[in-house]
Antibody
């Protein structure tokens, strides 16, 4: 059974940093790209970042480029999102998603971890 | 970025009746490889999003055949043949051709009458 378990969400002040983790199980982690998608309170879905399975190529939304860094440790079946220079508008529930075909076929989603940026 | 526009933004359907959601993209989603990269996801209240349809009309594994997708180019439709109570939630279309980023529609909220 595929499982994705996010953690690391917290309340942080503007300008602060946070690292999210997503531990995967039930599939061969390094065979798949992984994606972070976020959802601000009461709002829709926003694609944030993605990383390929093997060569680690990364992709970012313009809204987070230069502030967020996606990475993965295939030996630990874990996906990360390092979030720096956080802003109030980054407040959201962050989901990790197993990704087929390198991009947009998200066949499994985690339960999400909440990031709140507020002073 | 590609803009995805869904209509309606909300709909209320009697159980057993059909429902239809439209999604329009600001540019064609037909790739040079012949595939059209349009996806549908839904989010039940209080839950994570879940996959429904990939590449316009292909159901993800385990998705009920009451759900079907159609369309081409810039205009797409998700249909539910007979709405059930468990279908309540928000439905999102998403494009995956003009990257990055993939972009979602605003979402359509489905309620039961």
């Amino acid at each position: 059974e595929v499982q994705l378990l996010e953690s690391g969400g917290d309340l942080v002040r503007p300008g602060g940093s946070l690292r999210l983790s997503c531990v995967a199980s039930g599939f061969t982690f390094n065979n798949y790209a992984m994606t972070w998608v976020r959802q601000a309170p009461g709002k829709g879905l926003e694609w944030v970042s993605a990383i390929s399975g093997s060569d680690g190529t990364t992709y970012y939304a313009d809204s987070v480029k230069g502030r967020f860094t996606i990475s993965r440790d295939n030996s630990k079946d874990t996906l990360y999102l390092q979030m720096d220079s956080l802003r109030a508008e980054d407040t959201a529930l962050y989901y990790c998603a197993k990704t087929i075909d390198g991009c947009c076929r998200f066949d499994y989603w985690g339960q999400g971890t909440l990031v709140t940026v507020s002073s | 970025d590609i803009v995805m526009t869904q209509t309606p933004l909300s709909l209320s359907v009697t159980p057993g009746q059909p429902a239809s959601i439209s999604c329009r993209s600001s540019q064609s989603l037909l790739h040079g490889d012949g595939r059209t990269y349009l996806y549908w996801y839904m989010q039940k209240p209080g839950q994570s999003p879940q996959p429904l349809i990939h590449e316009v009309s292909n159901r993800f594994s385990g998705v009920s055949d009451r759900f079907s997708g159609s369309g081409s180019g810039t205009d797409f439709t998700l249909k539910i043949s007979r709405v059930e109570a468990e279908d309540v939630g928000v439905y999102y279309c998403m494009q995956g051709i003009h990257l990055p980023p993939p972009t979602f529609g605003q979402g359509t909220k489905l309620e039961i009458k």
